[in-house]
T-cell receptor, first 114, second 109 residues
């Protein structure tokens, strides 16, 4: 158990819909990362927040957005969903926002878009 | 173009054999992490290498960071079926987190 929690574990929805994935970091960690993992693209970095502020942005689509709240939990919002958005979405956390980024991953949310 | 290239992509060996997987880049990293991931679960951190030329050992796993901090290797001695999984290397470049595509290791009993 990494100490990072993600909900829900599974999510099935239809194209065009909007969903919200939730992540709670390890106690004491200030940084949260979001990743998308699909079979054909590996682990793709989406976005990082540090202490409530956006720190780095990766290959995140405009239909996706995220935020980190004052209690440090984070939410990833996916809208206008397409079949290709079906994937595992992981959240990770680390103590700091840069440097030796030892990241601790949550169990993931499996999103299926039908 | 992937910033971190891992090889081989797939590796299937018999229990008791030794193996090495590689993580290469043309960029310098301040540190690299190795993770192991099982199907449907999140990656689990194995080790961080920071200093060029550094060697770290974790039981039967030996991790090395290249002198120029552009590459790393993971060597497993006497592999066991429990070592089966996806091995990922990751690091931070230009402030952005990046991972290789991983090596899928299967150890047959």
């Amino acid at each position: 158990d990494s100490g990072v929690t993600q909900t829900p574990k599974h999510l099935i929805t239809a194209t065009g819909q909007r969903v919200t994935l939730r992540c709670s970091p390890r106690s004491g960690d200030l940084s949260v990362y979001w990743y998308q993992q699909s079979l054909d693209q590996g682990l793709q970095f989406l976005i990082q927040y540090y202490n409530g502020e956006e720190r780095a942005k990766g290959n995140i689509l405009e239909r996706f957005s995220a935020q980190q709240f004052p209690d440090l939990h984070s939410e990833l919002n996916l809208s206008s969903l397409e079949l290709g958005d079906s994937a595992l979405y992981f959240c990770a956390s680390s103590v700091e926002g840069s440097g030796d980024n030892e990241q601790f991953f949550g169990p993931g949310t499996r999103l299926t878009v039908l | 173009t992937q910033l971190l290239e891992q090889s081989p992509q797939f590796l299937s060996i018999q229990e008791g054999e030794n193996l090495t997987v590689y993580c290469n880049s043309s960029s310098v990293f301040s540190s690299l992490q190795w993770y192991r991931q099982e199907p449907g679960e999140g990656p689990v951190l194995l080790v961080t290498v920071v200093t060029g030329g550094e060697v770290k050992k974790l039981k039967r796993l030996t991790f090395q960071f290249g002198d120029a901090r552009k590459d790393s290797s993971l060597h497993i001695t006497a592999a066991q079926p429990g070592d089966t999984g996806l091995y990922l290397c990751g690091g931070t470049n230009a402030g952005k987190s990046t991972f290789g595509d991983g090596t899928t290791l299967t150890v047959k009993p």
